[in-house]
């Protein structure tokens, strides 16, 4: 395993992955999840992954109120869904009716923070990565693009 102390993002460590550690306030509380810099064939880590975490640590909390926001919409716009997929005994547990984004802080975890390999050139993304009590199996993902929140859906979107 390698490590390395990198000026961006700190101590890194090489094991198929980099990886490290991030924090992040997010749900109303402070979370120290690890970080993925996402690298292929033994590539490095190129400069727009760089830029992509300097612009998300210099906006933690900004980007991390529009994650909330986008993934309290996408959770209200299939709540039914998730309600109907459990039994009457756990539906107001594990996918209880939520009427503000502070209801969320029980329903998703934060594992993870991924910061992707560009495929289109000059994009800086960042991917969140969440367990969700409503999804167990799938989790959910949030991918944001150049600083805005480009997609929510289940987390493999960011798998991979």
């Given at each position: 395993?390698?490590?390395?102390?990198?000026?961006?993002?700190?101590?890194?460590?090489?094991?198929?992955?980099?990886t490290?550690?991030?924090?992040?306030?997010?749900?109303?509380?402070?979370?120290?999840?690890?970080?993925?810099?996402?690298?292929?064939?033994?590539?490095?880590?190129?400069?727009?992954?760089?830029?992509?975490?300097?612009?998300?640590?210099?906006?933690?909390?900004?980007?991390?109120?529009?994650?909330?926001k986008?993934?309290?919409?996408?959770?209200?716009?299939?709540?039914?869904?998730y309600?109907?997929?459990?039994?009457?005994?756990?539906?107001?547990?594990?996918?209880?009716?939520?009427?503000?984004?502070?209801?969320?802080?029980?329903?998703?975890?934060?594992?993870?923070?991924?910061?992707?390999?560009?495929?289109?050139?000059?994009?800086?993304?960042?991917?969140?990565?969440?367990?969700?009590?409503?999804?167990?199996?799938?989790?959910?993902?949030?991918?944001?693009?150049?600083?805005?929140?480009?997609?929510?859906?289940?987390?493999?979107?960011?798998?991979?």
């Amino acid at each position: 395993m390698t490590v390395i102390s990198d000026r961006d993002f700190g101590e890194l460590h090489f094991d198929e992955a980099w990886t490290g550690l991030c924090e992040v306030f997010i749900f109303g509380r402070l979370c120290e999840v690890e970080l993925i810099v996402q690298t292929f064939d033994g590539d490095s880590i190129s400069d727009i992954q760089r830029l992509a975490f300097r612009e998300f640590s210099s906006n933690k909390a900004v980007v991390s109120l529009a994650v909330e926001k986008a993934i309290f919409s996408y959770y209200i716009c299939r709540s039914e869904e998730y309600r109907d997929s459990f039994d009457a005994d756990e539906v107001d547990i594990k996918a209880p009716n939520a009427h503000a984004v502070d209801h969320m802080r029980d329903l998703v975890t934060l594992k993870c923070i991924k910061v992707l390999s560009p495929f289109d050139a000059g994009m800086r993304q960042i991917g969140f990565i969440f367990d969700a009590n409503f999804d167990p199996q799938l989790g959910l993902g949030v991918l944001v693009t150049d600083g805005s929140v480009e997609t929510v859906d289940t987390q493999d979107i960011l798998l991979g």
